[in-house]
């Protein structure tokens, strides 16, 4: 493999019998040494991340990967366990695979999953997602103020701040990124 030629962000790729994500890679060059392609990379397994030169990796051989559309089910200790909604079966994802996710998996709900050889390895959580108010303060006026929040608690378990008006039983959209409120759903 010439430099980064087949490489691309999102590949699956195998390495010393584990597999891996890339999760970026950079071409640097030192002075007249010739350029080293440092790859990012993330355990499919653990989600722990780690960096690797090309070099290392030796030659790369990308996984074959499918996604497909999985409805959340329930927890079940440590794991979580998603459907395969055309054939019904039934899969599970360590707390420790699907990450800050966790907060913002809704029962019920469809998720696009990342499967290997038929195994569910990861899931795409989206940008901002729906939740229900579960729980906060009556609504309450700030005189003119609109940058006035509140403590919420939502359907997933998360808490995170609110405006004012924001009521129990409202449905609003939050940035997974940083857990902030986007808007309230209509």
């Known amino acids: 493999m010439s430099h980064t030629e087949g490489l691309h962000k999102g590949m ?16 640097i060059q030192k002075g007249k040494q010739k350029p080293t392609v440092h790859v990012k ?10 960096e690797r030169t090309l070099d290392e ?4 051989e990308e996984v074959p990967t ?5 409805q959340y089910i329930y927890a079940d200790r440590s794991d979580r366990v998603f459907m395969d909604t055309e054939s019904y079966e039934q899969f599970p994802l360590g707390e420790d695979v699907v990450g800050n996710g966790i907060h913002f998996l809704v029962e019920q709900e469809l998720y696009r999953c990342l499967t290997i050889d038929g ?29 006035v929040h509140k403590e919420a608690r939502l359907a997933s378990g998360i808490e995170i ?26």
């Open 12 to 27: 699956v790729i195998r390495h010393e019998g584990q597999l891996f994500t890339v999760l970026d890679y950079q071409q």
């Open 41 to 50: 990379l993330r355990s499919v397994s653990t989600g722990h991340t780690g």
């Open 57 to 60: 990796l030796g030659k790369i």
């Open 66 to 70: 499918e996604m497909r559309e999985m």
């Open 119 to 147: 195994q569910l390895v990861s899931l795409q959580i989206p940008d901002v997602v729906v939740l229900e108010v579960l729980d906060t303060a009556p609504v309450q006026h700030a005189g003119g103020a609109t940058n």
């Open 161 to 186: 701040q609110v405006p004012l008006f924001i009521k129990t039983g409202d449905k609003i959209r939050v940035r997974t990124d940083n857990r902030e409120y986007v808007g309230k759903e209509h």
